[in-house]
């Protein structure tokens, strides 16, 4: 772990504290009910724009899962929940997750209060890319690192 862990941990609890408003109870562990999820979603997501989205665990808000950033937020979870249909090692790795309660904070561009690292630009790409980075060096259960294309 690098030196600055707690440093990176402070940064990442900052910004998605600050961005709390924009979390949205996705799945309540057990079996995946994509209609269910989906239909969350749609709620909570009503106009849907540009954002960046984390998925943690609910008892786990500061270690992220995933991060990801998407036109259509709602679109592309159903990509990501069709996904977890496959019989790969990465599937797997995700069904793992959904034993558990998970929430989704979807931030569009428009709300983002700032940057996750001070100094740093505030659009979408940069944003999703600053927060895997603070994810991948703070939280063992990210399933995406920074660099791998997804």
Do not use: C
């Not at 772990?1 to 402070?10: G, I, N, Y």
């Amino acid at each position: 772990m690098p030196d600055d862990l707690d440093q990176k941990r402070t940064l990442l609890l900052n910004w998605l504290t600050s961005h709390d408003a924009h979390r949205v109870a996705l799945h309540d562990g057990g079996p995946i009910e994509t209609p269910q999820i989906l239909t969350r979603l749609r709620a909570a997501l009503p106009n849907p724009e540009e954002s960046v989205y984390i998925l943690v665990r609910r008892d786990a808000p500061t270690m992220p899962i995933y991060v990801g950033r998407a036109a259509q937020p709602v679109s592309r979870w159903k990509g990501h929940l069709r996904s977890l249909l496959e019989p790969t090692s990465r599937a797997d790795a995700w069904r793992a997750h959904f034993q558990h309660d998970l929430d989704l904070y979807v931030v569009p561009v428009t709300a983002m209060q700032g940057p996750p690292i001070p100094g740093f630009p505030v659009t979408v790409g940069a944003v999703e890319a600053q927060l895997i980075s603070l994810a991948q060096d703070t939280s063992p259960a990210l399933l995406n690192r920074e660099g791998v294309q997804r």
